[in-house]
Every structure is written in C-alpha cells, then in structure tokens.
C-alpha cells in the first residue's frame, strides 16, 4: 500500500510516520511537508534512508504539487495544519489557508486520482467548551461550536471532509482527538513548554487561574486509534479519540511536571489569560472502542514520565527548536503577560 502523509514533519505526523513503518514495514509512505515552523525533518532522521520512505517538500495549498503527490497513492492521511490556539489569535491568515483551502485542495486531488481512502486528523475543540461543573463530554453526535480561529479553520475542514463524501462519494473518515503530547512536541504546547522551561532555569507560565481542563492523549495511542480507523473504519464515519476518564486541571498537570523533574510550585507564574479561553474539553471515547476495540494503553502518569524521560535525553533536539522564529514568537506571546 502507498500512504500519503501530510504534514509528517510535524509532531503528530512524524510518530505516525515511525509507527506506521513499525507495524507495516512493507507499505510505502510519501511525506509531504512544506516545514513551517513546526515541521523538523529530525523528527524522521532514523528512516530517511527506508527506500519505502520519500519526502515531498511542499505546500499542501498548490494544486500541482498536491496532484503530483498524490499519483497512485491508496490513502491519505492528512496531518497538515497550522495547530498553535495562540498563535491562531495573533494571525489567523496562516489558519485560514492551511486548514481550509489546503484541505480542500487535497480533497480535490484525492477525488481526481481516486483514492481508496482519506483520513482527516481533527480535533475535538471543533465542539467548543464544556462547563466546570458538568460531567458532559463530547461525542460524535455533539454540535460544532468552534471559538477560536484555530478551530474554527479545523470545524471548517471537518465540514468539506464530509461534503466530499456525501456529494462526491470520496471514501473518507475523519478522527477528532484531545490534546496529545509525547516526543518530538514542538515546545510552544503547555507540556514540553514546562517541561523545557524548567530544564532551562525557567517558569512555567499558568494561564489565568489555571482550571481550565483537556483530555490529554499519548500520541502512540492516537497513532494506534488512526491505525485501526484506517483499517477497520467506516467510509463516511467520524470517531472521537480521548486520553483520560477524570479531569485534571492544567494546574495538577503542571505540578505533577514539577513533581517528576523534581521542582515546586516556585517555578510556576501566573499570566495573562488567553482570549476566548475554552473551559474545560472531555472526550466519550465508546464509539472507537466498541467498534473498533481500541483504548487507550498509556496511563497519564506514566507516559508523562516518560516523555519527560524523552526531552532530558534529547536537549539537542529541543535547544534546535527553540532557537531562531520559535524565540521571536515566545517573546510577542510572553512580553505582555
Ligand atoms: P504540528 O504543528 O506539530 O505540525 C504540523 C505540520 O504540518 C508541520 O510539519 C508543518 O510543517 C506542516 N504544515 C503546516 N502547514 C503546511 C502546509 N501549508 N503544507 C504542508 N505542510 C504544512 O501539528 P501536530 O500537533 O502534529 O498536529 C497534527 C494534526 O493533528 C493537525 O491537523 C492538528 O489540527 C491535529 N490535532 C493536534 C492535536 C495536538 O494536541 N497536537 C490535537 C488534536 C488535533
Ligand atoms: P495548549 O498546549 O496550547 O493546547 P490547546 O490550547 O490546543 O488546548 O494549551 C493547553 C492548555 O494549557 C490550555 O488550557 C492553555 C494552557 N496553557 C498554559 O496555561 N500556559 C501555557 O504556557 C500554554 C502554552 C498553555
């Protein structure tokens, strides 16, 4: 099978990417990535002599190059985006862009070269916020309520996914999942910007008063759930993909980061609130799991040991990261707070 994969330079992509040659050695997977800012071919360094593996540097918004990629390609899995909530409030262009038209783009080739099958990543602040004291979670039959560019541009893409399937038969699924985090996360999302923080004598910066809520995910587990949609899902079906069965607050999860790395609550700061802060997100998973039989095999604790494990042993990588734009940008973000 021929795999095209968008965006598999980024975070989620690129463990896709390594988890999809682990457990398909024989498939053939196109990267096609155009290396924004999040994108690092380092990520994919262990593999960039597999014959099966090829790089494709482009931008899923031409139409000729997307074409062209996608020449006797079976499936596609679409990762592609600009993904940062904060820097979608700072410029939304980049979202707009990316996430619609480049995912209508895509949709276009996939029906020209008659794709057996198109996988769209989203995620589940498509739905907006939760309350605090409700147990509500989110399902697959919940209205969408985007609230931020970010995920306005992703409940977009989400609605041509399906159109394409319901008017031109495109053989597609769509997954929404929680907050992920793991290796090679780029150090701008709260987990490996604390943990980096503190490797760097730094604080931790706590939005507002900090009980806002997400359902984090270990990305093994996602790149499982996506696995399992590809090979088992229904054309046409959405499926939601959630990491934790309580709520933790972003507080607790910055303390018990301060627990394992061995610091306190000194090395945390308060700062200024992000607009339109989504309260709480909490995902019912039951849908991928009776269907498809998947959960989730990491329990929070420990998958963040050992993602803290992993940015310890490999501070070149995120020193690389955080140099250069990345820091201009921490300034804009940071400097007001
Ligand atoms: P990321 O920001 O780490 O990586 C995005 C990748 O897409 C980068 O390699 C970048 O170079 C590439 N890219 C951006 N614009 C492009 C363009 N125009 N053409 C080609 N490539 C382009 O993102 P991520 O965290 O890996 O997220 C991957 C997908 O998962 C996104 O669609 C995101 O919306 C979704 N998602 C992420 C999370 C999360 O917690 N990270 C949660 C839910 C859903
Ligand atoms: P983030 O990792 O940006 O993901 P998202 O906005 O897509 O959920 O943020 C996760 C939560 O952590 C969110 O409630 C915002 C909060 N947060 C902080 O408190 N401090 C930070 O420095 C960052 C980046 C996020």
């Known amino acids: 099978m021929k795999l095209l994969v968008t965006g598999g330079a980024g975070f989620?992509?690129?463990n896709f990417i390594l988890y999809w040659f682990q457990k398909h050695p024989e498939d053939q997977i196109v990267n096609l990535d155009k290396l924004t800012y999040a994108g690092n071919l380092e990520n994919l360094s262990s593999i960039k002599d597999n014959p099966k593996y090829s790089f494709a540097h482009g931008d899923?918004?031409?139409?000729?190059?997307v074409d062209k990629a996608m020449k006797d390609v079976d499936t596609v899995v679409h990762f592609a985006a600009d993904s940062h909530v904060d820097r979608s409030i700072l410029d939304p262009d980049p979202f707009i862009k990316t996430n619609i038209e480049g995912t209508y783009i895509l949709l276009k080739a996939a029906l020209k070269n008659k794709v057996?099958?198109?996988?769209?990543?989203?995620?589940?602040?498509?739905?907006?916020?939760l309350s605090l004291d409700s147990k509500d979670k989110f399902n697959e039959k919940t209205p969408y309520?985007?609230?931020?560019?970010?995920?306005?541009?992703k409940?977009?893409?989400?609605?041509?996914?399906?159109?394409?399937?319901?008017?031109?038969?495109?053989?597609?699924?769509?997954?929404?999942?929680?907050?992920?985090?793991?290796p090679y996360q780029f150090p701008e999302k709260l987990i490996p910007l604390a943990i980096t923080n503190l490797m760097e004598g730094k604080k931790v910066p706590i939005y507002g008063d900090g009980l806002y809520i997400r359902d984090w995910l270990y990305v093994e587990d996602h790149c499982e759930a996506i696995n399992l949609v590809l090979q088992k899902g229904k054309n046409g079906e959405t499926y939601?993909?959630?990491?934790?069965?309580?709520?933790?607050?972003?507080?607790?999860?910055?303390?018990?980061?301060?627990?394992?790395?061995?610091?306190?609550?000194?090395?945390?700061?308060?700062?200024?609130?992000?607009?339109?802060?989504?309260?709480?997100?909490?995902?019912?998973?039951s849908k991928i799991k009776n269907e498809l039989g998947w959960e989730?095999?990491?329990?929070?604790?420990?998958?963040?040991?050992?993602?803290?494990?992993?940015?310890?042993?490999?501070?070149?990588w995120w020193k690389h990261v955080k140099s250069g734009e990345y820091r201009e940008y921490y300034k804009k973000q940071y400097d007001n707070a």
Not at 116 to 124: E, G, I, L
Not at 145 to 153: I, K, N, Q, T, V
Not at 157 to 177: G, K, M, Q, W
Request: proline share 6%.
């Open 296 to 316: 989730p095999k990491h329990s929070f604790d420990q998958a963040l040991k050992e993602t803290v494990d992993w940015y310890k042993t490999n501070k070149n």
């Open 60 to 65: 899923i918004c031409d139409p000729a190059l």
């Open 12 to 14: 989620i992509g690129s």
């Open 240 to 285: 939601l993909v959630g990491g934790l069965t309580q709520d933790i607050p972003n507080i607790d999860i910055v303390k018990k980061i301060l627990q394992v790395m061995g610091h306190d609550e000194s090395s945390t700061e308060q700062v200024k609130d992000r607009p339109g802060h989504d309260r709480r997100y909490s995902i019912d998973w």
């Open 116 to 129: 057996k099958k198109f996988h769209h990543v989203s995620t589940d602040e498509v739905f907006g916020s």
């Open 145 to 153: 309520d985007p609230r931020s560019p970010y995920s306005a541009s």
């Open 155 to 182: 409940a977009s893409s989400d609605h041509l996914v399906r159109a394409f399937h319901e008017t031109y038969e495109l053989p597609i699924t769509i997954s929404n999942c929680s907050n992920n985090f793991g």
